[in-house]
């Protein structure tokens, strides 16, 4: 992490020596620069050079410490600033407090107090920096910038652990980013990928002993070197993960490098795509259904990566919107097919989600449904989902409160919505904060997140992909059109 550059408002030379001798001695910090008044401070940050911190007297001459933190913030949202006063100016320090200041320390200096708040100015800081270098990677993947890659990284090199679980990151990011604040963690095509210093691995194992499912993989990389090549490298990566990852193993692959990794499986049509065809072509649908349970067995037998399961699963669904028989749209089939594979532990339970799928499919070319049952059902769970936006209810247990199955939840999410549950769980989340937001645009971007059920960061990393803003941009929108 880089320093913290501190900008020193004092009209004493002494105490701003004392102070000068104070911040140099605290990790992390370095000084940017000492000004002798308010008037010297906004000319100096005016001028280009970059400030983290103020550290400034509450009383000077002419512009005093209070005007100094009101032009500060006009100028910069994100400076920090801590408040210097005489014992006797207590008041006048509650008041700084007052328009957000991080904090103030009373005259005459005490290092320990001193050392203890600029403790919590790097807390909050390295914290923030975190969140804004992983936002900048998570950017980076999704429009393939090179630049951001770099930015976000902090450098070309780095020791990287890519992790897949059944169920998907957004279940169990925020447990990483609470108890490994060192490391960078983003999310990249349903894989967690966690960035840290090159030959240093973090304790990333006292995290997942806890949080393992029947389907797990671990791939690490211990010294991972990008030059200008980092998009590739890190979608590879992916690719590689899923080409280990078998249904109902936990598996640990470790490289030294990247060059050790091994270039990608080659993927092979479904076999049974061409007799499929012609089944569809026949009307012939119990062909059809016994045919895919043939193949999942055959898969079982072979321990087939779920990289290939995907490929050939996303081949079969090509071939029923082929042959007309799709009762949605195919991308919303194709989404569907994609989340039984994302929940699945066991070659058996994936075989059931599809073929139940697929069964689905098939009796709905031929007949209508039940529309009151299915929309009592429907209307119940949209009440429930509104009433408690704060729960994240997952599909399992909104399926036991209604003892129907989660095929069956995903079918009339497709059919009413037309996108899956959790699509439109995540939409009425980003429509609700948004009125938050709107509402009362003095609000913290933390309690929003907390309001939705959805931690911080993951938080910020969805809205952004929903509005193509962050939260932060979007309450800045929100008070000026007010």
Same mark, same amino acid.
């Not at 004392?18 to 910090?29: G, H, N, S, Y």
């Not at 991080?102 to 005459?108: A, L, V």
């Given at each position: 992490m880089r320093r913290i550059r501190a900008l020193i408002v004092e009209d004493e030379p002494p105490t701003a020596r004392?102070?000068?001798?104070?911040?140099?001695?605290?990790?992390?910090?370095?000084?940017a620069g000492i000004c002798e008044s308010g008037e010297d401070a906004l000319k100096f940050l005016g001028s280009g050079c970059k400030a983290d911190l103020v550290l400034s007297d509450i009383r000077m001459a002419q512009m005093d410490g209070l005007e100094l933190l009101k032009a500060v913030r006009r100028m910069d949202q994100n400076i920090y600033m801590i408040i210097i006063s005489g014992y006797?100016?207590?008041?006048?320090?509650?008041?700084?407090?007052?328009?957000?200041?991080?904090?103030?320390?009373?005259?005459?200096?005490?290092?320990?107090?001193?050392?203890q708040v600029l403790g919590k100015v790097r807390k909050q800081f390295q914290e923030e920096e975190r969140l804004r270098r992983q936002d900048c990677l998570e950017k980076a993947l999704r429009y393939k910038s090179e630049k951001g890659f770099r #930015?976000?990284? &902090?450098? /070309? =090199?780095?020791?990287?652990?890519?992790? @897949?679980?059944?169920?998907?990151? +957004? %279940?169990?990011?925020?447990?990483?980013?609470?108890?490994l604040p060192d490391i960078l963690s983003v999310t990249h095509r349903e894989i967690l990928l966690l960035f840290y210093e090159a030959g240093k691995t973090p304790p990333v194992w006292k995290v997942l002993n806890?949080?393992?499912?029947?389907?797990?993989?671990?791939?690490?990389i211990k010294q991972a070197v990008f030059r200008g090549d980092g998009i590739r490298q890190v979608k590879r990566i992916c690719h590689k993960v899923q080409e280990l990852t078998v249904l109902g193993k936990r598996i640990k692959k470790s490289y030294d490098s990247l060059e050790q990794i091994?270039?990608?499986?080659?993927?092979?049509?479904?076999?049974?795509?061409?007799?499929?065809?012609?089944?569809?072509?026949?009307?012939?649908?119990?062909?059809?259904?016994?045919?895919?349970?043939?193949?999942?067995? #055959?898969?079982? &037998?072979? /321990? =087939?990566?779920?990289?290939?399961?995907? @490929?050939?699963?996303?081949?079969? +669904? %090509?071939?029923?919107?082929?042959?007309?028989?799709?009762?949605?749209?195919?991308?919303?089939f194709q989404e569907e097919i994609l989340d039984g594979i994302?929940?699945?532990?066991?070659?058996?339970?994936?075989?059931?989600?599809?073929?139940?799928?697929?069964?689905?499919?098939?009796?709905?070319?031929?007949?209508?449904?039940?529309?009151?049952?299915?929309?009592?059902?429907?209307?119940?769970?949209?009440?429930?989902?509104?009433?408690?936006?704060?729960?994240?209810?997952?599909?399992s247990e909104i399926c036991q409160v209604y003892g129907v199955s989660q095929p069956y939840i995903r079918k009339i999410f497709r059919k009413y919505t037309h996108c899956t549950y959790s699509k439109y769980v995540?939409?009425?989340?980003?429509a609700f904060a948004k009125q938050l937001i709107e509402s009362n645009p003095d609000i913290l971007i933390k309690d929003v997140a907390e309001a939705v059920g959805v931690e911080t960061f993951y938080f910020s990393n969805i809205f952004s992909k929903s509005t193509g803003m962050t939260p932060s941009e979007y309450k800045i929108l929100s008070k000026e059109s007010k």
């Open positions: 004392f102070i000068k001798a104070l911040v140099e001695q605290e990790e992390d910090f370095e000084v006797k100016m207590f008041e006048y320090a509650k008041e700084a407090i007052r328009l957000n200041i991080e904090d103030y320390i009373t005259k005459p200096i005490e290092p320990g107090e001193f050392s #930015e976000g990284l &902090g450098g /070309e =090199e780095a020791g990287i652990m890519a992790i @897949y679980m059944s169920g998907g990151p +957004g %279940e169990w990011i925020g447990q990483f980013n609470t108890e806890r949080l393992w499912t029947k389907t797990c993989t671990v791939l690490e091994e270039g990608p499986v080659s993927v092979k049509e479904l076999p049974l795509s061409e007799k499929v065809r012609m089944n569809i072509r026949a009307q012939n649908w119990e062909e059809i259904l016994r045919g895919v349970r043939k193949q999942f067995e #055959e898969w079982e &037998g072979q /321990e =087939e990566s779920l990289y290939r399961m995907r @490929y050939c699963l996303r081949e079969l +669904g %090509e071939v029923f919107r082929e042959g007309g028989i799709l009762s949605t749209e195919g991308e919303v994302r929940y699945a532990d066991s070659y058996e339970e994936l075989r059931d989600s599809v073929l139940e799928l697929f069964r689905e499919q098939l009796a709905d070319s031929q007949r209508s449904r039940a529309e009151k049952k299915e929309m009592d059902i429907f209307s119940s769970i949209l009440s429930l989902i509104d009433r408690n936006m704060e729960k994240n209810y997952s599909l995540s939409d009425k989340k980003i």
